[in-house]
Structures are given as C-alpha cells and as structure tokens.
C-alpha cells in the first residue's frame, strides 16, 4: 500500500512549487511566447494578405495596361486609316480639278480655235467676194472691150435664149 | 539517420546494463536494530549482505518505484537528502544520512529519536516505536521526489525562461534552437488541445495551466525514463503528484464554472424531477470522479512503465539464483524487452501528458460552455463522456 498512500510532505511541497512555477512561467514564458508566436501568426498573415493584395493589384494594373495598349492601338489604326482616306481624297480631289480644268481649257481652246475659224472663214469669204468682183470686173472689161466681142456675146446669149 | 539510432540503441543498451548493475547492488534486506549509533558501520551493513538470503523482486520494486528518503546513485553511494520534521514541539532539520544507507539506524533528535519504519519517519524510544508521538509528527522532507520535482521545474524554468528570452530579444523571427524545440509543442497544446476542446475564443485563459501541466508531466516522465541521476524517479507515478495535478484541474474547473454548468449538475434541464433524484447525485459524484480518474491514470500508467521496467531486470536475478547460465539467458532476453518497452514508454510518456492536458481541456471547456442549444450541449455532454 506504500504506492497508493498519499504523502503530506510531498503533496504540500508539489503543491507549493507548482503554484510558484505556474506563476512564473505564466507570467515570465507563456505570455510573452504565446504573445510573441501570436504576433508573428498575425504579421505573416497580414504579409500573405498583402502579397495577394499586391499581386491582384499587378493583375489589375496588367489588365489596365492591356487595355490602354488596345487602345493606342485601335487609335493608330484609325488614325492610319483617317490619314490614308485623307490621301485618298486628296489625290481623288486633286484629280477632279486637274481634269476639270483641263476640260475648262480645252474647251476655251477648242471655242478659240473655232472663233478663230470663224473669223478666217469670214475674211475669206470677204476676200473672196472682193477677188471674184474684181475677176467679174476684169472679165466683163476684157469681153466688152471690142463690138465683135459684145456681139459675139449678144449671140451667145440670144442662142440660149428660145424664142419660142 | 541510421547512424543516429545505432547510437541511440548503444545507449540505451548501455543504460539499461547500467541501471542492471544499480538494481544489482541496491538490494540489500534490513534487519532493523534501532540502536542509538549516529555513525553508519560499514562492517555491520556487509555482514548483512552476505546473510542476503532469497532475491525478493517484489520488495526491490516497490523501494525503487516508491519515495525514499535518499536518493540512491550506486551501490553503497546515495546522496543524503533533508529531513524536516514538523513536530507537536518544533520543527527538525537533519540530514538522512543519520539514518544510515540502508536506513536502519535512529537519529535522535531535539524533541524525538527518530527512525525509518518502512521508509516512514517514526518516532522511537526504548519500548521501540512511540504511535502517540508518532502521530503527532509529519513529514515535511525533501525526498527523492521532491528532489526530483525541484530539478524537473528548475529545468522547465532554465528552458521556457530563455526560451521567453529568445523570443522577445527577436520578435517576428523564426523560431532558432531550444526554441524551435518546443514551439511545436506549444502550438500543440494550443491548437490541438485547448482551442477545440474549450473554444477559440475562451481557450486563452487557460493556456498557463495547460501548458505548465504539459510540460510539468513531460517533463518528469521523460526525466523518469532516464535510468540514472538525475532522472529514473516515478515522480508523475507518484499519487501524490498525481492527486495535486488533478487537484488543481478540479479547483480551476470550479473556479470558473457558469451558471450554465452547475445547473446541468443540479438540475438537467429537460429531466423529470423523479430521475433527477437519481442523476444529481451521480452528476456531483461526477464531478469529483472525473479529476479522480485523471490522477488514477496517470499514476497507473507511469507506476506500471517503471515496474515493467525493473520486472525485466529482476527476472535476471529470479533466474540468475537458479543457476549463472541461466542467468546470463534470461539477462538478453530482458535486455531486448526492456530496449522495446523503452520505446514503448517513451511514447506513453508523451501521451500520458497529452492525456492530462487534453482531459484537463475538455473539463474546462464544459465548464465555460454557454451551451446556445440543448442540442449542441447534449453533444458536449458526450464528448466527455466517452473521452473518460
């Protein structure tokens, strides 16, 4: 029965120390570890949490980065494309007008050339009036110039003339 | 690796041959003579070794595995230990060398002449033991497990104080040496024990207790696997350690019990009056039971590890009387049990402090539940229960 009989002594000194260590180590080791241990939880979780902030952060700024790049593009495109319409138009306008005014001086040329013909037609004629009345005049000299020939041509004429 | 267990089995080889040569030459049988000697004879103690009759297994495990007034290192060597005596006339200090290396011899005293009576201090005088007096006096001395129980907490305190040091003196840092020792043990006691078995958000109170109680028991079983000083005392195998570690889980758990608790004791809500008759009386034999079964396991489980222990060894001196070949037979079977009970123990003597802690939890945690519906109580209840 030795085992199982309790000691006094033992049992006041175990209850003496117990409560001394258990002060002690609770004031002197366990607060402070398990507050130390508490504190290094809680910073690597705010650290994880920052990471993942920081990370979602440069996922967003990549996607805003994307969408801007999108952007520049779509906008050079335009541009290049407003830029080649431009040229386009301008070469097709500039076309037009060179061949409107072509067109225009051909015209003036084509209305001198004919104003020109006109007046040379005109002058012409006018020469040709005067020579043909000056040819009439010579000849009605030359053939009136004698009696034979104004009978012969008194003749002539009367021969065509039908006395019927 | 490999290497590291071939050194750890030479080890324990070797501890276990030498703790074989302790227990062959810690027995000695004593024939009580109270004579008034203050001075050990050394003549008288060999002529008793050699009348040594029959080997008395039994008798040798009981004295190692009980409390003594010395603490005995090897072969005739012990170290002496205090004796304080409270007695109806004063107080006595002397050393338990006075009472010889086999503690036949009388002290007299101040007030008294004392002796050892079946490792008990009595108080002697010519007739032989005085009872009157005797009653009279209790025994205040630093024994070997009060010995042993001083070096386990001065270790605790040499450990978790520097262990508190390292972690204040670099905050935020990962844990480095003795500390990352037993920062896996205290996250643990924690995580494992504490937040389910009482809550997360009421288990902070009881974190000092826990794990004081965690490492105290650790402590001292591990220290009591130890086969040589200062180590190889059944200090949580003693009832009295036992009693006072289950004492103070039962005082807390009365201390900080709700209303809550004690009308479940009282009066279980939702039991008719007739059967509550029968329950409350069960329910407070509960309450008493519970702390009760903590220190019976405790006590059981450690007693039995150092007695399975020496068993093995006795059976070498059982046999060894018999006939030497015999002896030396049974000596490497022993050995092979012992080296395999070792390890056994050395897994019990980490769930056994598990054990206590975890129990010592879910009392606390039953008796700070607010229990928001019968239902989840009922559960609680259960859990208790079938944890026992």
Redesign the interface.
């Given at each position: 029965m030795?085992?199982?009989?309790?000691?006094?002594?033992?049992?006041?000194?175990?209850?003496v120390?117990?409560s001394i260590?258990?002060f002690?180590?609770?004031k002197?080791?366990?607060?402070?570890?398990?507050g130390?241990?508490k504190?290094?939880e809680e910073?690597i979780e705010n650290a994880l949490a920052s990471a993942e902030r920081a990370k979602e952060e440069m996922k967003a700024l990549q996607s805003s980065n994307e969408r801007i790049l999108a952007e520049a593009r779509a906008e050079r495109d335009a541009m290049l494309k407003d830029a080649r319409e431009i040229r386009e138009k301008m070469i097709a306008d500039a076309k037009n007008t060179a061949s409107k005014e072509g067109e225009r001086m051909l015209t003036t040329a084509r209305e001198n050339i004919q104003n020109e013909k006109n007046a040379a037609i005109s002058e012409l004629k006018n020469q040709v009036a005067t020579l043909s009345i000056e040819i009439a005049e010579k000849i009605l000299k030359s053939e009136l110039s004698s009696d034979e020939k104004q009978k012969a041509l008194v003749n002539t004429l009367l021969k065509d003339v039908n006395l019927n | 690796m490999a290497n590291k267990i071939n050194i750890f089995k030479h080890f324990l080889l070797s501890s276990a041959l030498f703790f074989a040569s302790t227990v062959a030459f810690a027995y000695e049988p004593q024939d009580k003579d109270y004579g008034q000697n203050t001075t050990e004879n050394p003549e008288h103690a060999t002529n008793e070794e050699h009348k040594e009759g029959g080997f008395d297994a039994g008798k040798m495990i009981?004295e190692h595995?009980?409390?003594n007034h010395q603490w005995h290192m090897w072969g005739h060597t012990s170290i002496p230990l205090p004796v304080?005596l409270k007695t109806d006339k004063g107080i006595e200090v002397f050393s338990s060398v006075r009472f010889g290396h086999e503690g036949n011899l009388s002290y007299p005293g101040k007030y008294y002449s004392y002796a050892l009576e079946?490792?008990q201090v009595v108080v002697i005088d010519e007739a032989g033991i005085n009872e009157e007096a005797t009653a009279k006096i209790?025994?205040?001395?630093?024994?070997k497990?009060?010995a042993s129980?001083?070096i386990t907490?001065i270790l605790?305190?040499w450990v978790?104080?520097s262990?508190?040091k390292s972690?204040?003196k670099n905050?935020?840092?990962a844990p480095k040496g003795l500390q990352s020792f037993v920062?896996p043990l205290?996250?643990f006691v924690?995580d494992d024990v504490a937040k389910p078995s009482i809550g997360d958000k009421r288990y902070?109170r009881f974190?000092?207790?826990l794990?004081?109680v965690f490492f105290?028991v650790l402590f001292s079983n591990y220290l009591g696997l130890v086969p040589f000083f200062p180590g190889g005392v059944n200090l949580t195998g003693?009832?009295?350690?036992a009693?006072?570690?289950a004492a103070?889980t039962l005082v807390i758990t009365f201390f900080v019990a709700n209303k809550h608790y004690w009308h479940h004791v009282f009066a279980m809500p939702g039991v008719p009056i007739p059967v509550l008759i029968i329950l409350t009386p069960i329910e407070i034999l509960g309450l008493f039971l519970r702390p009760f079964v903590l220190m019976i396991r405790l006590?059981a489980n450690i007693?039995a590890g150092h007695i399975i222990a020496l068993a093995f060894f006795s059976l070498i001196f059982i046999f060894g009387e018999m006939n030497t070949g015999l002896g030396l037979g049974v000596s490497l079977f022993s050995l092979v049990f012992t080296v395999f009970m070792g390890f056994l123990e050395l897994l019990v003597a980490f769930l056994q402090a598990y054990v206590f802690t975890l129990l010592s939890a879910i009392y606390f945690g039953s008796a700070v539940d607010e229990g928001h519906d019968v239902h989840n109580h009922v559960d609680d209840h259960n859990v208790a229960r079938t944890t026992h």
């Open positions: 030795e085992l199982v009989r309790p000691s006094i002594g033992l049992i006041f000194w175990m209850v120390s117990f260590i258990l002690i180590l609770g002197f080791a366990w607060k402070p570890i398990l130390m241990i504190a290094r910073s | 009981l595995v009980a409390d304080i079946d490792g209790t025994d205040f001395s630093i024994t497990n009060v129980m001083f907490m605790m305190l978790f104080l262990v508190a972690y204040t905050p935020g840092k920062e205290i996250m924690r902070q974190m000092p207790f794990l004081t105290f003693s009832i009295s350690v009693m006072v570690l103070f006590f007693t």
